[in-house]
């Protein structure tokens, strides 16, 4: 996750995340990407039920019942060995978790233990009531997922009308006084729609907004092939900071990030490098505390069936199942060699990105994406588009 806002717009100094100790307890959720200790984000996929049929889900999600999902008591346990554990935020996602029948009662009951909760949802359920009620549980924020302006969102999401529905729940969001952002997957089929998300953000007054490069995984990994090229791709970052920044300079500021590309970082700071070298030397001190991809150390995924993942979108790899014991034993068990690369990919990785100069801020980048493609989780991730100029020690 890059902070394009933060780093570029400079409204997150180093010393911010310092003043806090680093610690992902204490840090204020705008700072939790900054920690030292990596306590893990947790995904809880609570149901794979959908009411959408989104051609890039990574859960395969379809609006059908299925068996086997975690029970509101496994859940509540779930929730209670997280809030010992010392995470400091819950994501609720899907398929649709608004669709889980005890979505209210168990954001409630992890708020009630210390933790953040959010959701992650496709916006078309939120009705006025639902709004109020999670406002009255103290959820933190939403994230509603658009693919697009109407006709590419209501094509990607497979059925007529999501893309208005989901306004709906933005509205319904904001008018319970909760906040809400906008989670956006670019593809070939949908960055030239980013120019209309941005208008969107200041039409509606959305302060936040996500930019979520592909990950090749469950229905999207059939997308490989509809992926950005590199030249694409840094044409669309350039974009997504030339917007950025006419927003910040207007006074009308919004929270802005890239996620899933930790090339973004480098690249962001090689631009900034050549417009304001100091301001780039704080990039470069902010972007060596993110520390990368943390795939499997700082980020995990809680599956409904109980199995858990390195991340949302690695789910042919379990560590382990909740079910059988706490996320916070599979978490720390030393015994699982993936695991623990995963918590020190920088030691594993192969081909240029072992040699890469900012491996240390990178961290290798998605492994999932470079397994898709090449069938090695160790090598190069096909979607970073640093030049080798770019990562060369030489540079």
Known sequence: MIGISKLYCGTVEPSDA?????????LPSHLLQFSEDKKPVV??????????KCVHCY?????????????????KALIDDLAAFGSPVILFSGGEPTMHPDLPELAQYAVDRGMRAVISTNGTLITE?????????????VGISLDGLEKIHDRFRAVKGSFQAALEGI???QKAGIKVGLRFTVNRFNYQDIPGVFDLLEEMEIPRVCFYHLVYSG??????????????????????????????????????LTVDNHADGPYLYLRMLKEDPERAK??????????GNSSGRGIGCVSWDGEVYADQFWRHTSFGNIKDRPFSEIWTDTADELLQKLKNKKAYVTGRCATCQWL????????????????????PDPACYLTDEEISETL
């Open 18 to 26: 310092l003043r806090y100790g680093r610690h992902s307890g204490s």
């Open 43 to 52: 995904v809880w996929n609570m149901t794979q039920r959908c009411n959408l």
């Open 59 to 75: 859960a395969h999600a379809k609006d059908r019942t299925f068996a086997g999902e975690l029970t509101t008591t496994q859940g």
């Open 129 to 141: 009531e639902l709004a109020h009620t999670l406002k009255e549980i103290g959820l933190s924020y």
């Open 171 to 173: 509205r319904n969001t």
């Open 219 to 256: 229905r999207g990994s059939k997308l490989v092939n509809d992926d950005l090229t590199h030249t694409q791709t840094r044409e669309v970052v350039d974009l997504i900071i030339d917007r950025t920044q006419d927003l910040h300079e207007r006074g009308k500021p919004k929270e802005v």
């Open 282 to 291: 704080e990039i470069l001190e902010l972007l060596k505390m993110n520390e």
């Open 360 to 379: 240390d801020i990178c961290a290798g980048n998605f492994r999932v994406r470079a397994e898709a493609v090449t069938g090695d989780l160790w090598a």
